[in-house]
């Protein structure tokens, strides 16, 4: 094995200004990923992000196949699967059956894409694991486009959203509308699937959309100190495997997997040593 694909800082200071966009990426989406993350956690979705980011990956490559938007294409995909989803509102076994069949759909539509486009295969590889340039200043503009709608929307909904994820009964019984409430969220889940695909990839979305969240429970005693842990987690990650991956020719994913794990394990430890499980 070269260790020098995996770790080479030979001109990394040139190569620094190359990924400006791509750290300016990584940092909304941790902040974005994060913020999202507890919830998808508390609500027990994190089959249905794999599920979304199948279906965004078939939308990405369809259009990348018929030479359009990429991110784009990684919307529709997204949001009809979040959609899709959401309109099953909370009942988890038909929610998963659907999950189930709709993994496979997507991931074989976008195999099938890629198979069929003739161009450069680096844009193949990099959305099922993401590419350190990959993001240009349109996909940058459409990235904090998409951060500000989710970010304002999710302060808005907080404390209904929250009620519903710890208690859901007493929740519905006090009158707020589950049903709309969980459509909302499943439609900002799928607009932070897209996000996260541009840059980390298809298969490697519950990095961020979920494994933060997971590790933060492990250590706060409230929704908003698991969120505020979630986002630095999901920064970390994001900011962290992108300075490692500029220093290699290994894709980004696996950086910013590993850190991630590697906070979950540590949190998860650190709870076990307090003897505390999840909170939520």
Request: positive net charge; charged residues 10%; proline residues 4%.
């Amino acid at each position: 094995m070269s260790w020098d694909k995996v770790f080479n800082f030979t001109d990394y200071s040139e190569l620094l200004p190359l990924v400006h966009n791509s750290l300016l990426a990584g940092l909304i989406l941790g902040i974005v990923g994060g913020l999202i993350s507890t919830f998808v956690v508390m609500r027990d979705l994190p089959f249905a992000v794999h599920g979304i980011s199948e279906l965004s990956f078939a939308g990405a490559s369809g259009f990348l196949l018929l030479g359009l938007n990429v991110v784009a294409g990684s919307l529709v995909g997204s949001l009809g699967a979040a959609i899709l989803i959401g309109l099953l509102g909370v009942r988890a076994r038909d929610r998963n059956s659907w999950i189930g069949v709709l993994m496979p759909f997507g991931l074989g539509l976008g195999v099938l894409f890629l198979a069929l486009y003739e161009g450069r295969a680096a844009n193949k590889f990099g959305l099922l694991t993401g590419q350190i340039v990959a993001i240009d200043t349109p996909a940058l503009s459409w990235l904090a486009v998409i951060s500000v709608i989710v970010v304002v929307v999710m302060l808005l909904i907080w404390r209904p959203l929250s009620f519903a994820s710890t208690d859901p009964e007493v929740a519905q019984a006090r009158g707020i509308p589950l049903g709309p409430l969980s459509l909302l969220f499943m439609v900002l889940l799928g607009l932070v699937v897209a996000m996260s695909v541009q840059v980390v990839g298809a298969l490697l979305v519950l990095s961020i959309v979920v494994t933060p969240g997971a590790a933060a429970v492990r250590l706060a005693s409230t929704t908003a100190g698991a969120t505020v842990l979630s986002i630095l987690f999901a920064t970390v990650s994001m900011i962290g495997g992108i300075l490692l991956a500029l220093g290699s020719s290994v894709p980004i994913s696996p950086y910013v997997t590993t850190i991630s794990f590697a906070i979950y394990l540590a949190c998860r430890l650190i709870a076990a040593a307090r003897g505390r499980s999840r909170v939520f």
